[in-house]
T-cell receptor, first 113, second 113 residues
Framework: GEDVEQSLFLSVREGDSSVINCTYTDSSSTYLYWYKQEPGAGLQLLTY?????DMKQDQRLTVLLNKKDKHLSLRIADTQTGDSAIYFC?????????????FGRGTSLIVHP | DVKVTQSSRYLVKRTGEKVFLECVQDMDHENMFWYRQDPGLGLRLIYFSYDVKMKEKGDIPEGYSVSREKKERFSLILESASTNQTSMYLC????????????FGPGTRLTVL
């Protein structure tokens, strides 16, 4: 199975909340990340959470971490059309003294009026 | 402002040609990565490098090689391009520490005819 799993698509109405879910496998990951990719661009870090935290809030974004179930979620409140993008969950594993990320396949968020 | 640049946004090559994709970062990062991104498959790691002249295979290294002669530059080489290498190629860099936010270039869309 994949190391990091997330659903491929999510469709929401403008103004609603969006919740993107992710499961990961490496319990030693110190940080977990959410990246956003807008059309025609590379990925950009959206937010991250340290592994000893359960929740992190940053304006419209809320990240929830359940370490026992290895489940990570990203909630976007009051979703806007500008939030339409692909969202990638990522964990980091140590390899040869350095840290290498593993990405999920990405969730395409479609926001319609 | 941190920057990762890629030599081309769009590239069209013929089957059998040797192709060079260049990536440069100005953040003095130890780690550099090459990914390919295909619809429904997410990001797949081709090669990464954690130091000058060091390289490690990722998940899909077949048909590719890399070169890192200077810390800021990481090149991806397709020795003999094939049509199944038509894809979006993304370069990224990061520090080699436990918090390792990845900084991505804008991507090169390669078409092999």
């Amino acid at each position: 199975g994949e190391d990091v799993e997330q659903s491929l698509f999510l469709s929401v109405r403008e103004g609603d909340s969006s919740v993107i879910n992710c499961t990961y496998t490496d319990s030693s990951s110190t940080y977990l990340y959410w990246y956003k990719q807008e059309p025609g661009a590379g990925l950009q870090l959206l937010t991250y959470i340290f592994s000893n935290m359960d929740m992190k809030q940053d304006q419209r974004l809320t990240v929830l971490l359940n370490k026992k179930d290895k489940h990570l979620s990203l909630r976007i409140a009051d979703t806007q059309t500008g939030d339409s993008a692909i969202y990638f969950c990522a964990e980091s594993r140590e390899a040869g003294g350095s840290y290498i990320p593993t990405f999920g396949r990405g969730t395409s968020l479609i926001v319609h009026p | 402002d941190v920057k990762v640049t890629q030599s081309s946004r769009y590239l069209v090559k013929r089957t059998g040609e040797k192709v060079f994709l260049e990536c440069v970062q100005d953040m003095d990062h130890e780690n550099m990565f090459w990914y390919r991104q295909d619809p429904g498959l997410g990001l797949r790691l081709i090669y990464f490098s954690y130091d000058v002249k060091m390289k490690e295979k990722g998940d899909i290294p077949e048909g590719y090689s890399v070169s890192r002669e200077k810390k800021e530059r990481f090149s991806l080489i397709l020795e003999s391009a094939s049509t199944n290498q038509t894809s979006m190629y993304l370069c990224a860099s990061s520090l080699g520490v436990s918090y390792n936010e990845q900084f991505f270039g804008p991507g090169t869309r390669l078409t092999v005819l």
